[in-house]
């Protein structure tokens, strides 16, 4: 079936690059409301005891991981939607097979927060620490499993060109967060507060919120979807793709704890310019991720017709997207260093070593930007392996050259590195890219 059958007259007018922006703007607004969200949270409980402050740190030290490739896997179920759009008959079977796959990713990763209490006794946190859990890893396997099925109803709206319908369940969530956590940590009146139980519960209840938004947004478009049975066969085929995602996505949180042990071993000093460091750097990556995700779906579509001159030109066209954002977010950090840093240290020697380090900052988070594109065309065209195995060669030979590189030559070496891993995967993410994209032209007749 032609493209035109299967999208609207206004998709049809706009150009590429355009429905990519449009698409990407609100993904990207929302990630970046979800980190003021969080900061309120941490804020709250830093009023609290310290142990409770750091009960919550060393939960979420796990929990951030796991959603993040629960969150991973769940957008490779992208490009199985996009094909399908405006074919109800032929799109309900896959959302369906999104849920399960979803379900099955939500609790696996809710099943290794359960065991956080092991993992802290295991590991040596201090008992005051180890009490203040209480219910939070009940909570939190629970918000997990809420998050993983509202990101597949998320997915699905991205691949069938209604971004904007995710900032619906994405704001309910973030403002009942915003809300619930100050009464359920500290109390208001004749309610007691709950500490960090009461942020586990708060944030456990906007994730519930935003899962039924989620849900009716999808139903809103596409009509009564329900769970089916589940297919094996066809699950097996989502999971082929899906898997490797979630495992690119703990191959980067792996090494950038690394890198962060690098870094505290060089001294203090330079533990807080690198934890500020790489605060700034997710602005950039927030972007990237938003512009990736927004290629998925045209370039999917693409994919099925084998129209391997304009695949390729989606990519080119999504560099141009990204640069734009990035342009402006790293030229602020440039020309405003010590400013920036100033609202994150008071400290003269941090703000000054974070400053100097923003042409580095500036170039890795260029390029890691860049990297994020490759990486969902390759989503796109359902080759995720070959990013996982090439995050697991040049970011494995960074972690073991993270800490001989910061002991020999400080942060400045600790960055380079980074910089030269992203430099590499770049190469090879396109390399890969054009490599795969030529397997999917047509064959002669």
Known sequence: MPLETTTSNAVKQAPVWWRIATAAAPLYILMLVDLVAMTIVLAGLGTQATASLAAFTFASSVQAPASAAVAGALRGVMPFIAPYKGDREKVIPVLRDGRWLALGFGLAGGAVLLVL????????????????LGFLPLLMALGLIFQAIKQSAGSALIALDRSGDVMWPGMVETVLAIVLSPVMIHGIGAIPGYG???????????????TVVADWRLRRLQGPIGWGTPRPRDLWALARVSIPLAGTALTKFGTLSILAVAAARIGTLETAAHGVLAYLVNLVKYAATAVGQATVPTM?????????KSVRKTVW??????????AVVL???LFLGSPVAGLFTDDPAVQALTAGMMPLLALSALVEAFVAVPGFALTALRKTSVTLKSYLVIYGMLSLAAVPA???????GLWVALSSANV??????????YRNSAKNAPVPS
Request: no cysteine.
């Open 196 to 210: 960090v139980n009461g942020a586990g519960a708060a944030l456990l209840i906007a994730s519930g919120f935003g």
């Open 317 to 326: 066209d999504a560099f141009t997207v990204i640069t734009v954002p990035s």
């Open 406 to 412: 910061a002991t020999a030559f400080g942060l400045t």
């Open 331 to 333: 030229g602020g950090f």
């Open 300 to 308: 999917s579509r693409f994919v099925r017709d084998h129209d391997t």
């Open 424 to 433: 590499a995967l770049l190469g090879t993410q396109m390399l890969a890219f």
């Open 117 to 132: 209490p092991l993992l802290a006794l295991a590991i040596g946190v201090p008992a005051d620490v180890r009490q203040e």
